[in-house]
Structures are given as C-alpha cells and as structure tokens.
C-alpha cells in the first residue's frame, strides 16, 4: 500500500500542531492509500468522526473544551453510524444537512449510540418528500425505533454475518463483546470494503470475538476505528471496552495474519473523560508514541 506521506511523518505532524485542531481545517488528514491503479483512480471515500467521545462527558457542554460529542461517524457523506445523546448536534457543528443522509447503520442501542428522540430530529429535518432514511439495526433496536417512530424509516434487521451495500460500500455486520439490557440484543461493528480500500469500524466492544475475525477473514485492514475508551490497563470496563494494552495485542494478531500491516491506519474512538489524561497533548502523545492517532470530532480521514 502506498501513500502520499509516510504514516510516520504525519502523525510526527499531528503531535507538533496538535491533531485535535488539524482534524478540523476542512481537509483529509490522513489519507489510507489502495494499491491498484484503479482504486487510486477512484473518489476518496472520506471518513468524518463527528463524535468521539464515550458516556461520561457532559454533553450539555457540548463544544466546550475537552468534551467530545457522543461516538457518531460520517461515511462518503450520506452513510451515517450512530445517532446518540448528540446525534442531531453533531450534524449541526460540522454543517451536515439531514437531508443528505441515505442510510443510518447502528452498532447497538445504547443511548448514546441510538436516541430515539435525536433520530427523531433527524427525520423531522428532512423533506417529505426525500425517499425515507434507511435504518440497519439489529432487530430489537428496529422495534424500539418503530414503536417510537412508525412508518418513518426504512428498517433493516441485521445479524452478525450479514452483508448488505450502501452506495459503492459494502458492510459486513460482526458480533462485538459488549452487554446491553436486552440480552437477546447482539451489539455490531461494521467490515466496510470500498474501491479505495477496508475499514474496521470496531466501538462499542472488547477485544474481537472470534467470528468478528472469521468474517474479516484474510482481507486487508486499511484504516482501523477502535473502541478505546480507556487509555490505561487495569480497569473493570476491560469486559466491554478496550485499553491501549488490548488494542496493541489485537493488532499484533492482526498483523500475523496479514489483516493489518505497518500501513494500517489505527484510529482511537469513543474516548473516556475520565479514563484519559485530561491534557490533550498528553493524550495524543499516548497514541502518536504507539504510532497511532487520537481521534476528535470533526476529523476527516480518506481511504483513496
């Protein structure tokens, strides 16, 4: 895989300025490079964070320094992940119009990954006259949605195994370790194949249970989205989220199976308030220093 700045360099870049003011100069940042001629010659497909933070961050302050917006993530500008405590904010401060979404996948049910009433702004900002937004959700976050909002969506259920596509992105929903209530509810991360290359969208969730690895199987991991909701080990969230120390093995494994490679763009989502140095400098040297980068709201990234 080639790319137009060693990853090296750019996240020596990002530690200098500061990656959580870079993410939001309007530009990819990073850019996750395809080999063959005819992806290079494809659009970028440009990932937008525009929420990165995990439960504990007070979203009342919502802008204000050291708070992130609930995990939302943007996809080739119309395929939304997640619609949370800020789902409707998040689209606002980085000049999303609702109307410009086609599709809304979800990891889990969660509140701040699926509110009801911030998917219900969302619809309610769109034209009645656009198709209906399409909604893949496992099936008990489908129900809850239609007893809130009937006959406003399209729904689509999903299992871990299912593939379906969006646009010129196919997406492959795998199990992720992480509880909710409703027992009978399995949470999902998201294999998403592009002509530019693979992304591993992996928040909310511990470790990679191993049919998520089995459904990867020997495809190439371009750009990497992890939970990391902790920055240090030891902590009891281990069950369900993941620290510095469990990324670094998974990508070791990763990488003896020729999923990942020294190219592999590690992105760390779903930041803790508490869990994480409360000095972005420091906290972006935690990740720099592994080689990979700290995710913020309004980052854009690109496969291409």
């Not at 200098?16 to 530009?27: D, I, K, Y």
């Not at 099936?139 to 399209?154: D, K, T, V, W």
């Not at 990508?251 to 003896?256: A, D, E, G, V």
């Amino acid at each position: 895989m080639t790319t137009a700045r060693t990853r090296r360099a750019f996240l020596h870049d990002a530690l200098l300025s500061g990656a959580g003011a870079a993410a939001t100069a309007g530009r990819p940042e990073w850019c996750a490079a395809a080999a063959s001629d005819a992806t290079r010659q494809a659009t970028p497909v440009v990932i937008k964070t525009l929420g990165t933070g995990a439960a504990d961050h007070d979203w009342k302050r919502l802008g204000a320094p050291g708070v992130r917006g609930s995990a939302s993530t943007l996809i080739d500008g119309h395929i939304l992940i997640d619609c949370g405590s800020t789902g409707k904010a998040n689209l606002d401060r980085f000049n999303i119009a609702p109307q410009a979404l086609t599709d809304l996948v979800v990891t889990h049910s969660h509140s701040d990954h699926f509110d009801l009433a911030e998917i219900g702004k969302v619809l309610e900002s769109r034209s009645p006259e656009q198709p209906a937004l399409a909604v893949w959700a496992a099936p008990e976050a489908l129900a809850a949605l239609s007893r809130h909002l009937p006959g406003r969506f399209n729904g689509h259920p999903l299992h871990p195994g299912a593939a379906f596509d969006i646009g010129r992105s196919r997406f492959t929903a795998l199990p992720a370790n992480h509880q909710l209530a409703d027992v009978s509810e399995q949470a999902l991360h998201y294999l998403v194949e592009t002509p530019c290359g693979n992304l591993l969208y992996a928040l909310d969730g511990a470790w990679m249970l191993k049919q998520a690895r089995q459904l990867i199987g020997k495809r190439r991991l371009d750009l990497i989205l992890w939970d990391a909701t902790m920055a240090k080990s030891g902590d009891y969230r281990i069950f369900e989220h993941n620290d510095l120390s469990m990324i670094d093995l998974m990508m070791q494994s990763l990488r003896t199976a020729g999923c990942a490679s020294a190219e592999t763009v590690c992105v760390l989502d779903h930041v803790a308030r508490t869990l994480w140095p409360a000095d972005l400098r420091e906290a972006e040297k935690l990740a720099a220093e592994r080689g990979w980068l700290l995710a913020a709201d309004g980052m854009d990234l690109a496969l291409r």
